[in-house]
């Protein structure tokens, strides 16, 4: 089993940054698939970054496409977010995630979540 923390949300102005960390429990981190989702008020929980076990391969949704990158340290069992020119439509509460097989953009494939950490952007 993996837990997982989020951390690094808060309130920023449209334009802004934020560097989003999530960090796991357990000596197995290497072996989990990781991904950030979010979720708005109203809405599904939707893909917004996925990486593989190595780090080697990324995957972004388009909303965030240019604008976000995924990182993973698996020395320090982290994954990190890193949005750029926030917008206000990127408020929402996001998650980390976890699976033991390859990057899907679909929640309910996901294993292990995170609590959440709530981005609001303000325009």
């Known amino acids: 089993q993996v837990q997982l923390v989020e951390s690094g949300g808060g309130l920023v102005q449209a334009g802004g940054s934020l560097r989003l960390s999530c960090a796991a429990s357990?000596?197995?981190?290497?072996?989990?698939?990781m991904a950030w989702f979010r979720q708005a008020p109203r809405k599904e929980r939707e893909f917004v970054a996925g990486?593989?076990?190595?780090?080697?391969?990324?995957y972004y949704a388009d909303s965030v496409k240019g604008r976000g990158t995924i990182s993973r340290d698996n020395t320090k069992n982290t994954v990190y977010l890193q949005m750029n020119s926030l917008k206000p439509e990127d408020t929402a509460v996001y998650y980390c995630a976890a699976r033991l097989r390859p990057v899907i953009a679909v929640a309910p494939e996901y294993d292990y979540w995170g609590q959440g950490t709530q981005v609001t952007v303000s325009s």
């Open positions: 990486i593989s076990w190595s780090g080697a391969s990324t």
């Open positions: 357990g000596r197995t981190f290497s072996r989990y698939v």
